[in-house]
């Protein structure tokens, strides 16, 4: 069992305009087998908290507590973190020229569990997995991200999520320009690597649309930097007939 404590997190950022802080006191719990969404609107914070889990130099935690398994993910470099089990699939995955995507996975792989995985049994894990998420096994040869619709770039990023075996996955805004069939051959993915591997999900979203398909277990409101509510599902049904005006104007 995994465990991921986010405890009185406090996160500021540098602007132009100054140091302005963002998460403004945030508290969170999320174990093995859980699925957590994150809801609120623009500006609340959402992305601010994945980048910080995942540790973006970007942001300063100025109070609080990461902890994964009791251990401080504060005091981990960004590569720790992954190695420890935290996966991040990012809103915008960035391009990568020069590094095939081949070489990518079977590297982060590498890192990640120490020493190299088996060739065949590699080879057939990946080609596997490319197969459910509907993947051309000609993107393994391609440069990361380099030329990839945003379709492709969600699918490659959950093709990480299924080879990589993380304890905890944060998936930020994964639904962000995916047309409806994209939306459900990447939910499926991210389901039946839940399913295999029990990771804790959380998964940020401004709709309920691949909550349809990712049934959460516990939905959070986020609001100027806080988490206003929190509740099971049918949160997000109210919040899809609501919106989030109530608690803006509260």
Not at 127 to 141: I, V
Request: glycine share 10%.
């Amino acid at each position: 069992m995994a465990k991921l404590e986010i405890k009185n997190l406090h996160v500021t950022v540098d602007t132009e305009q100054g140091t302005k802080e963002i998460l403004k006191g945030v508290d969170l719990v999320i174990n093995s087998g859980e699925s957590h969404a994150i809801m609120g609107p623009n500006g609340s914070g959402k992305s601010t908290l994945a980048y910080t889990i995942a540790g973006h130099p970007k942001y300063t935690v100025t109070k609080g507590e990461i902890l994964l398994d009791g251990e401080d993910v504060l005091e981990m470099s960004v590569d720790e973190r992954a190695r420890a089990g935290l996966f991040l699939a990012m809103q915008y995955p960035v391009e990568i020229p020069g590094v095939s995507v081949s070489n990518f996975l079977r590297t982060a792989k590498t890192a990640i569990e120490g020493e190299a995985p088996a060739l065949r049994t590699w080879i057939k894990d990946v080609k596997g997995a490319m197969d459910n998420l509907k993947m051309d096994s000609s993107f393994t040869e391609r440069n990361v991200n380099e030329g990839f619709s945003g379709g492709e770039k969600k699918r490659h990023e959950i093709l990480q999520l299924e080879l990589l075996k993380p304890k905890i996955a944060v998936l930020d805004e994964t639904d962000s320009g995916l047309d409806v069939d994209a939306l459900k051959i990447v939910s499926e993915g991210v389901n039946r690597a839940k399913q295999e591997n029990d990771f804790g999900l959380l998964l940020i979203t401004h709709y309920t649309r691949i909550l349809k398909y990712i049934k959460p277990d516990y939905v959070h409101v986020f609001v100027a930097g806080k988490v206003a509510e929190q509740g099971g599902p049918e949160l997000a049904d109210r919040l899809e007939a609501e919106g989030y005006d109530r608690y803006v104007q509260a």
